[in-house]
C-alpha cells in the first residue's frame, strides 16, 4: 500500500488566492526574433510573454544552458521552442532533439512546433512508442530539423542505426522529472552521452530531486536557473476524502456518480487491467466511460480523449500516465479511486482540475 496519507488534504473550502501580477520584461519584438515569427505568436493571439518564457527566451538565445523549473500550464514550450526555431533559421543546420516522457507530450510539442513554425520551411519528425516504427524510421531518413521523441524509442531507432545522433545540436528534456520517475534513466543518459559535447542543452522539471539534480549536473555546462512555480494547487483545489468498505468500493463510486454536479471526470486508478475493467464497469452502469492506459495503442488513446474533450464520454478512467501532458478544460472532479503512491503523483493528479480560473473538486478513496 502506498504511505501517503490523502487525509492530512482536506480542504472544503480552498480559497483562490490572487497571483501577483507579473510584469513582463519584454514584449516578443524584444527579443530580436525574425519578424516572421513575431508575426506567428501575434496571429495566435499572444500579446505578452508569460513569466518563464520573458526569462528564458533571452538566455536560450545567447546560447545558454537552461534549467527551467515550471510544471505545464506555465508556457514552457513555447518557451524552449521560439529561440530554437529562431536559431534554426539563422543556422538551418541545426539539428533539434526534444525528449518526452509519454507520446501524448510528444504529440502536443509538435503541434505547438508546427503553430510556431508556419510557414517557416522547418521540418519534424515524431519518434515514439505504440506507433509503427517505419514510418519513423523514413521520416529520420528525410531532412529534419526538430525531431521529438520518447527516450525509449529514440534509444531504439539510435541502435538501428536510423538516427543520426551524432548531428544534434540542441536537446530539450522536457519533463525530465517525469522521465526518470518512468525508469528513462539509462536511455537519457546514453543518448546524452552520444550527442556532441558542444551541443545546447535546456533541462526542464517541475520538481528537483537529487537524481534529476544529478543528470543536469552530468550534462550541462554552467545552466541558467529559471523557476516559476504558479499557485499550489492544493491549497486551490477543493479535496476531501471518500471513505469506502472493501465490499462495496464500487457501490460508493456509483452513488458518487448519480450526483449531477460530477459533469465532466477523471477517475485514476493504480494498474492497467483493472483500469480498463473499470470503464467496462462504468459502461454497463450506463455511465459513458473511456479509457487510457499503457496497454491501448497510440490511436486509441487519441481516440479516448477525443470522445472526453468533446463530451461524448463523461468519466475517463486512467493510470498515471494520463496524470501528466493531458490539457482538458473543465474537468470538474478527479477522483483517486486507487491511491497515489508519492505526493508529487496526487499533486499531478489533482492538477487535472481546477485548471485557470476554473474550481475544481479533488476527491480520494480511502479504506475504513
Known sequence: MPTFNPSQYINKNPVQA?????????????????????NIIHEMGISVPTPIQDQIIPLVLSGHDVIGLAETGTGKTAAFLVPLIQNTLKNPKQETLILTPTRELALQVDAEFRKLSKGLKLYSTICVGGMSIRPQMQGLARKNHFVIGTPGRIMDLIERKHFKIEKISAVVLDEADRMLDMGFIRDMRS??????KDRSTLFFSATMSSETNKLAHDFLREPKIVSVKKHDITTSVAQDVVRFNHSNKFETLISLLSDASLRRVIIFGSMKHSVERLAEQLNEHGIKTESIHGNKRHNQRQQALRAFKSGNA???????????????????HVINYDLPNTFDDYV?????????????????????
Open 348 to 368: 499531478h493528479r489533482i492538477g487535472r482540475t481546477g485548471r485557470g480560473a476554473n474550481s475544481g473538486q479533488a476527491l480520494t478513496f480511502v479504506p475504513q
Open 18 to 38: 490572487p497571483e501577483s501580477a507579473y510584469e513582463a520584461t519584454h514584449t516578443f519584438s524584444d527579443f530580436g526574433l525574425d519578424q516572421r515569427i513575431v
Open 314 to 332: 463523461r468519466v475517463l478512467a486512467a493510470t498515471d500516465v494520463a496524470a501528466r501532458g493531458i490539457h482538458v478544460d473543465n474537468v470538474s
Open 191 to 196: 543518448i546524452l552521452s552520444a550527442t556532441p
